[in-house]
Structures are given as C-alpha cells and as structure tokens.
C-alpha cells in the first residue's frame, strides 16, 4: 500500500471521507489522493516523495506559487505581533484600498472568510438594499456551499430550484431560481414570471466551477442590462477570476460594472479569506452603517490580510497579466494542436491564468452540455497525467490554473507529456 493509500484509511477513521473538501477525495476514482507534505513554487511533493508540477494551486489562491517568500514573510512578521485582535487594525485598510483601486466595481468592501461566507452576505445585502426576495442564479455555477445556493434547476428553465443537498430545505431553495448559463431567453421569462421580486442576478461571470465556460457575444452585457431595467442587483462572483483573469477580473477584462462582487482565493494569498464590495450607496446598507446584518469574529484577520496584501502588491506590475495571459494561450494553443494532429476531438477553453479542457467535438456552453463530454476518457487522461507529474484538476467540471512562475521550460515539459498521453489513451 502507498503511504497516501494508508494516511487515506486512518483518515477517514477521523474525519468524513478522510477529507475537509469532497472535491479532495478524487471521488471520481479508484486510487486514494496524495497526500501532500509540501510546496514550493508551482510544484508540490506528496508523501511518497513524487513531484508533481502544480496546475491546481489550492483551488485557485496561489497565483504566486507555493510558498513565496514575500508572502511567508509577511506573515511570519504579523504573526509574531499577535493573529487576532478583534479590533479594527490597519493592516485591514490596506488590504481593502488595494482592492477597491484594482477592482472597478468596488468603492467599498468588507472582508469575510471564506467565499460561501461572501456570497451569502452579499446575497442578504441585495435582499436588504431592493427589498425583494428572489435570486436568479445559472445551473453549474458554484458559490459556496450555502443553503439558498445550494440548489438544482427545476424541471423547466426559469423555475424554481430544488435542494441541491439534503438538509437544505425547499423553502430556501424555492427563493431561487435556476437558469442555464448563456441563455438569455430563460432570464427574460424568470423576469416575466416572478416579477418585481427578483433582488439579485448571481453569476460567475464566467463559470469556472463547471470547467470554464465562456459567456456569448453580449450576454454579460445582456445581464447588465436587463437588471438594471428591472430594479435588480448585477452580482459577480469574481472568487476565482477575480485577480486572475485580470487584475479587476472579468468585469475589467469584459468592461462590465456589477453592483456587487464577491472575491475571496487570491486576495488570501492561501490563507482563509473572503470578501464582498460594491458601490457606496449599496455597501452602506451593511451593518453598522445600515440595517443589513453581517459580523464576523475572524474577519480581517491579520495574517489572512497579511499574505492577500504581499500576494496582491506582486500582482501590481503590468506585464504579470501580459505574461500570464501569453503563457495560457501558449499552453492551450499547443494543447490543441497536439490533439489535432492526434485526431482527438478537444474543446480547450482559457481565460489568463485559467483552462479546462473537454473530450468533445461539440462547443460547451453551458452545463448541459458539459454533462454529455467524454468522461471516462477524461478520467484516463487524468489517472495517466499525474502519473507523470502533472497535478490537473480531477473533473471535467473543475478548471485548471496557471501561476505567475509557470515558466514556458514547465509549460514545454507539461507539453511533453500531455503528447505522452494523448498517445496512450
Ligand atoms: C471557491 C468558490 C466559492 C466558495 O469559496 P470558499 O472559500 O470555498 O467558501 C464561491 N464561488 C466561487 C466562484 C468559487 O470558485
């Protein structure tokens, strides 16, 4: 047995499914995780001693690489003046100032734990500041594993959702309505149907929870639109894209302004952090300012703040979303090439820093369609892909990640055996 193999047994003695995060357990396959003892730049070691070079990155967070020693300083200096007050703290101002600068959307922002924690605030302010109820969120985008968000479409388009998980209860997941990404048809009629009690449009403005899903010609704009027409909240879950995709994230890089953001992965540099921000006016519905209650022990904890400020201060720079753009267009053009001249029917779908790829001949646009790729080939690709040290994300609905220091030598090399296995499978 592998040393993964059996830290997975007595894992899963202690803890559910051996894991904190079921995406962790590699559910999809028949081999336990690796357990990973330590990371360095864009590699991580597991406890065999393997090297894998590293395409997940925490989920998202470290755009910087493991362990980068301007992040761990600055931890390591807040941390010896104390990891918790309770109290306001400066450190708190200057994350906040860099992300208000960075992010078009947002003048003011208050900081959470974790991405759920921020979705389900800024969800609650829009209720709050519209005094309306219902959410309109797209099929296959994830926010967090809140109760109202937490959900499956109904039966139709623009119908009610169902529970996506035992323990939520109908009541909450009825206050939100599923559509499918990229359809404008079915936001129209869930307009149509529930009337002036739609508080908010939710969306990852592009998904990246179902691999990555690229919005139409105009659709963001659409959304943009037709919320505002209608007396209703635009919010972007930027959590992944946001610092990744550009430094003001997909609403920068489509030139759209929603009037709330949700963030959280980068702006924590690894550690738990989340956050939501808007415009003035919005924002200051939030407790103490206004009515609308949110609170949090642990939020603007200065270590979190610490490692998102070190992480945010080296994403400063012009050229790092020039490099990191150019990087992922090398990468995902050479991807397809490969399969083409293999005769391998691929779609690869990037935005900087971001990529997923699906084993089909037809476009994805939404997560019906994502549900009718090649799985079991994709599961191959994946098993034969870490084998040679290529650490991808294990599903078809998860995205892939590129850092700052993915260097074109690790980009020919992953290149290398991406041909490898393209050949076996
Ligand atoms: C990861 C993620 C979340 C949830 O963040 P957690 O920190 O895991 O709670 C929310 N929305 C999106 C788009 C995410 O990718």
Partial sequence: ????????????????????????????????????????????????????????LSWGPLIVGHAHPKVLQAVRETAAKGTSFGAPAELEIDLARMIVEMVPGIDKVRMVNSGTESVMSAVRLARGYTGKDKIIKMTGCYHGHSDGLLVEAGSGPAELSIPGSPGVPASYAGETISVPYNDRQAVK???????????????????????????????????????????????????????????????????????????????????????????????????????????????????????????????????????????????????????????????????????SLFFTEQKVYSRQEVKQVDRELFRKYFKKMLAEGIYLAPSVFESSFLSLYHEREQLDYTLEKYRKVLREI
């Fill in 1 to 56: 047995m592998t040393k993964s193999a059996d830290l997975f047994q007595k894992a899963k003695k202690y803890i559910p499914g051996g894991v904190n995060s079921p995406v962790r357990s590699y559910g999809d396959f028949d081999f336990a995780p690796p357990f990973i003892k330590k990371g360095e730049g864009v590699w991580i070691y597991d406890v065999e001693g393997n090297k894998y070079l590293d395409y997940v």
């Fill in 189 to 355: 009629e869930a307009f149509t149907e529930f009337n002036n009690d739609i508080a908010a449009v939710l969306l990852e403005p592009v998904p990246a929870n179902m691999g990555v899903i690229l919005p139409r010609d105009g659709y963001l704009q659409f959304l943009r639109d037709i919320t505002k027409d209608r007396d209703s909240l635009l919010i972007f879950d930027e959590v992944i894209t946001g610092f990744r995709v550009a430094r003001g994230g997909v609403q920068e890089l489509y030139d759209i302004q929603p009037d709330l953001t949700c963030l959280g992965k980068i702006i924590g540099g690894g550690l738990p952090v989340g956050a939501f921000g808007g415009n003035s006016s919005v924002m200051s519905e939030i407790a103490p300012e206004g009515a609308v209650y949110q609170a949090g022990t642990l939020s603007g904890n200065p270590l979190a703040m610490a490692a998102g400020k070190a992480t945010l201060n080296l994403l400063r720079k012009d050229e790092v979303y020039e490099e990191l753009s150019s990087r992922t267009d090398y990468l995902t053009e050479q991807m397809k090439k490969i399969a083409s001249v293999k005769d391998i029917p691929v779609q690869i779908h990037s935005l900087p820093g971001l990529f």
